[in-house]
């Protein structure tokens, strides 16, 4: 054989060989490039329901080539990208395009361990998420704390993340019984609790579809119905949506405007099963958190640091799932008798002598007043622990003649300290300095914000343990001067009027993380900046938990001066802050869907353990009408914390200046709270003792009838009155629903045999509609202008008792 023959032929079968590499190289590529390479559930993706589809990508725009590298299915949605301006003006997040597939295996679980009181395994991070930083190695611990609840934690086996550090209370108790709940974890990573009693799913979850990164966690789990109540601050109804909706909770010192997350971060939900039992889950984080509940009916979690620690409540009965909840992150502060008289108050009086004037006149008229209140204009310059020399020259004195006349006087505090005083002449900053409690940017340095002080604001640092003594002395120091019987926090989200401080926020993935839950809006909007430094961590994960330290640190503060329980409404709220203060619903508008809205927020709070709880009656911002005002004194009356207050710009809205028919209501309904004191005085001990909520709707005592699960334009004091308001204008009769039993109007007697039926009732301006439900107990006083009158009064307490079947 020729040996170049040979040679040649041997090139040319290398070249061909190396030919047909290539091309099955470029095609492969082509194949890539084009989105095959897709994992191998492709098949099932298509079988996937919309319902069901869980978010692998829930940064938006949604890429398929990114979609494909997570391993996840892509298929457009059927529904239409959403858009920032829908991020801000609703609620609908929409119908993800990138989805997990059903055998996704983004974490392998492993070492499942099971034990008398739980499981503990770890999960081993097998796929990247595609988002930065994916925690590798993750434990899980699931904890039995007794037969209706446990506890599931999941965190970074091998650093500490940060944890809120809200005091729990978990004793733990099992009966020979054993648990009401079965739990279920396989090798797959699917865990799944249930009802023990019907088989209910309660939770359930595919760990391996978890995201675990250094900023962004997430989980869904199945539910068992889509009555679903609580997730934080929102201007809406108690029943939340399922159509694919984002709750948003962090701290927002916004006006309360529909689809925003506002004052208060509440991380927890009770849910109504099909069979009419209830169970409750509460997620323990402090930072920014969306909450996304889908039609399957599922829920998914995603907050942007710390750990998931979920605590699974059982109830059964709504009432029970809320005691147990506030058996561990703290029941309800108990409320001085006098707080539950009616107040007063308005940003603008800005002088002693029209509030003294304000005050008579309501006097004269016959309005029972417990309380006055003062807004920031009653402050020297806008200074804490201040009142104006001028204006208000006198306070003290006057505050000294409300205690000589039975009435009590709260005053507002704000959680900012002016920096830009004269040296030695504000006690605030200099001690604050000296002490070095002032929250800091990256540099070291104290951050300047800009709130209500003429020129800069800082923030004492209430992470700090030294804080506490130095804004107690302030307080004492203060009360030495003014004799205060409550404290009013506010802007306590922190707001700052500038976006981070007046120079901005340094780049940083704290300020602009990788997801921002919420609206379209950097974390640091109408806030300081995410990375200002605390004593304990930064403002990332402390933003939500700045008032619920100041809040801690004013009741301790308040009981050591006064020596008498203490009285604090507080704007920012977290989990476990009912210990220690109320709640109003912030800057409201003088407006028929405000006044609404009011009786819905009543409710979530009281979910939430926070008993103490009101509106700003007539509105604060804008101006009231007559009939609004009205209907509003009719309703407000019924508060927990009843308040008339409202802004500088706007018209007088107090009862004696209002006319004769606002006044006449305000008398009126207020005569009836007065009434009730001791009554509603029962269920706030019963809150403070047991749990239970003070206002709660008509599920809570009729959890068997779902056509009482929306409704939130009537509302019951505790077990046995039941509060229907009139609540749109030009109305003169209203037709609420009666749940099935034996009513009797509080005025008349009037008895209603209800079979789970709506009654036709008039619907006067001047009055509102009250029931009682037969077979309670209301204990009654006879009522005076104020509550310490009404206390030493010689006529004995009057108990009205109704049995069903028996007439009035």
Known sequence: MDIRNCCRNRRILYAFI??????????????????????????????????????CHPNRPISENECIKRGCCYIPATDQNVSDWDLINSSYLGIPSCFFPENYKGYKISNIVEKDDGFEADLNRNIPSGFPDDINKVHLMIDFIDDYSLRIKIKDKTSQRFEPPVPLSIKGKKTENGTTYNVKLDSDGLLSIERKKNRVLVFKTQLSQLIFSNQFLQLSSYVSSSYLYGLGEHKEGILKSFNWTRLTIFNQGDLPVPHRNLYGSHPFYLLMEPEGDANGVFLLNSNAIDVVLQPAPAVTFRAIGGIFDFFILLGPTPSEVIRQYTGIVGRSFMPPYWSLGFHICKYGYFSLNKTRETLEHNLDEGVPIDVQWHDIDYMKRYLDFTYDPKNFSGLPEFVDKLHEDGRHYVAMISPGVSNSEPPDTYSAYDQGAKLDLFVKDINGKYIEAKVWNVNMTVFPDFSNPATAQYWQDHLKSFHDELKFDGIWLDMNEPLNFKNGTINGCPESLLD???????????????TICMTAKHYSTDHYNEHNLVAFREAAATYNALKDIRKKRPFIISRATFAGQEVHSGHWSGDITSNWEDMRYTIPSMLI???????????????FRLNTTEELCARWHALGAFYPFSRNHNDFDTIEQDPAAMGETVLKTAKDSLRIRYYLLPYLYTLF????????????????????????????????????????????????????????????????????????????????????????????????????????????????????????????
């Open 18 to 55: 190396i030919l047909i590499i290539a091309a099955c190289a470029i095609a492969l590529i082509v194949w890539l490039a084009k989105g095959k390479n897709k994992p191998e559930p492709t098949s099932t993706c298509p079988k996937i329901s919309d319902v069901e589809r869980f978010d």
């Open 512 to 526: 602009d993380p990788p997801y921002v839950p919420g609206r379209p809006y950097p974390l640091r909007t109408l």
């Open 605 to 619: 709070f009281n979910l939430y353990g926070m008993s103490m709880i009101g509106s700003d009656i007539c509105g």
């Open 685 to 808: 001990y019963q809150s403070h003792i047991f749990g239970d909520t003070v206002i709660r709707p008509l599920f809570f005592e009729f959890p068997d009838d779902k056509k009482t699960y929306a409704i939130d334009d009537q509302f019951l004091w505790g077990s046995a009155l039941l509060i229907l308001p009139a609540l749109y204008p030009n109305v003169t009769k209203i037709e609420p629903y009666f749940p099935r039993g034996i009513w009797y109007d509080f005025s008349t007697g009037e008895k209603y045999d209800s079979k789970g039926s709506t009654f036709t009732l008039d619907a006067a301006i001047t009055s509102i509609n009250l029931v009682v439900r037969g077979g309670h107990i209301l204990p009654l006083q006879e009522p005076s202008e104020t509550t310490t009158a009404s206390l030493y009064l010689k006529s004995s307490t009057l108990v009205l008792i109704l049995h069903p079947g028996l007439d009035f």
